[in-house]
T-cell receptor, first 112, second 111 residues
Framework: RKEVEQDPGPFNVPEGATVAFNCTYS??????FFWYRQDCRKEPKLLMS???SGNEDGRFTAQLNRASQYISLLIRDSKLSDSATYLC?????????????FGTGTRLQVTL | NAGVTQTPKFQVLKTGQSMTLQCAQD?????MSWYRQDPGMGLRLIHY???????DQGEVPNGYNVSRSTTEDFPLRLLSAAPSQTSVYFC??????????FGPGTRLTVT
């Protein structure tokens, strides 16, 4: 089983739609969780951290469910510019340093 | 403020050749790391460093060496290139392990 699993998509949605991605992780000792965004042939960039209480940043909402070991990202009112791959990232402390594990990403395509 | 820079952007090597991928950051970050990204595999950690003079192996270190003589630079050396090392390589830096800033990547092809 992969440490971090995501549906690769693609998710094809019209502009203005709401779309949600889920991610599951296998290490119950994982401590921190993030969503990164990666545009085609570009580097990943931090989109937002995911807190236990859930957090929102504009049109983006992230949720964490530790009991079920999954993380979600909700995008409301999708824009064409949201088209990208969204990477779920889990941080597990090894005892000497943090270890980030990346999911393979979920591709989103927003269309007119 | 350039952030994280990587050179070269593209490289083609023949099997058995060696080369060094350069990475530099100007944000005074202590933590730097190298990843490779392959289709369907996600980003995988090759080596990382928590400060000058300190390096450690990641998930896929075989065939690669690193050193960290300064805070700014973290080169990745391919000792004897193999086709399995064809990939996109990203260098990243951060002041804390999770807020990582990535360089633009190096696309390496080994024939």
């Amino acid at each position: 089983r992969k440490e971090v699993e995501q549906d690769p998509g693609p998710f094809n949605v019209p502009e203005g739609a709401t779309v949600a991605f889920n991610c599951t992780y296998s290490n119950s000792a994982s401590q921190s969780f993030f969503w990164y965004r990666q545009d085609c042939r570009k580097e990943p960039k931090l989109l937002m951290s995911v807190y236990s209480s859930g957090n929102e940043d504009g049109r983006f909402t992230a949720q964490l469910n530790r009991a079920s070991q999954y993380i979600s990202l909700l995008i409301r009112d999708s824009k064409l510019s949201d088209s990208a791959t969204y990477l779920c990232v889990v941080d597990s402390y090894t005892g000497t340093a943090s270890k980030l594990t990346f999911g393979t990403g979920t591709r989103l395509q927003v269309t007119l | 403020n350039a952030g994280v820079t990587q050179t070269p952007k593209f490289q083609v090597l023949k099997t058995g050749q060696s080369m060094t991928l350069q990475c530099a950051q100007d944000m005074n970050h202590e933590y730097m790391s190298w990843y490779r990204q392959d289709p369907g595999m996600g980003l995988r950690l090759i080596h990382y460093s928590v400060g000058a003079g300190i390096t450690d192996q990641g998930e896929v270190p075989n065939g690669y060496n690193v050193s960290r003589s300064t805070t700014e630079d973290f080169p990745l050396r391919l000792l004897s290139a193999a086709p399995s090392q064809t990939s996109v390589y990203f260098c990243a830096s951060s002041s804390r392990a999770y807020e990582q800033y990535f360089g633009p990547g190096t696309r390496l092809t080994v024939t």
